[in-house]
């Protein structure tokens, strides 16, 4: 079991908590972008940088994730791909994608681009909130404990 992190826009305080997951528990975090991503010394944890370009990070990512993985992202086509290799997906923000829920968050993103397109403004994500760094720790803890046993 790996987890995979897609690295370019995962805030900086879900890297911290990954960091310590990985030095807990000996587990390998690799973190993937198209820019440089600078990592601790923990034997467990790794940085892969990888051309720029539309989609490069998430494509690498889908190739090296197995069954059973774990994969870090917001991006929703991104989950959809690993639910469906059999590994499981979670956003910064602490939500578990499932096979039971990625369609409907599909279906809404893609809704929601297609209003940006018509010129409709609806912002962007709120900051990430104390309460959305402590669901992710917590799911990731549940995650390690079920599947590192």
Known sequence: MKIWVDADACPVVIKEILFKAAKRTGVEVTFIANQPIKVPSIPSVSALQVPSGFDIADNEI???CQKGDLVITSDIPLAAEIIDK????LSPRGERFT????RARLNMRDFMDTMRASGIQSGGPPPLSQSDRQLFANHLDRFLTKNLS
């Open 86 to 89: 059999q590994a499981s997906a």
């Open 62 to 64: 889908v190739k090296r």
């Open 99 to 102: 096979p039971d829920n990625v």
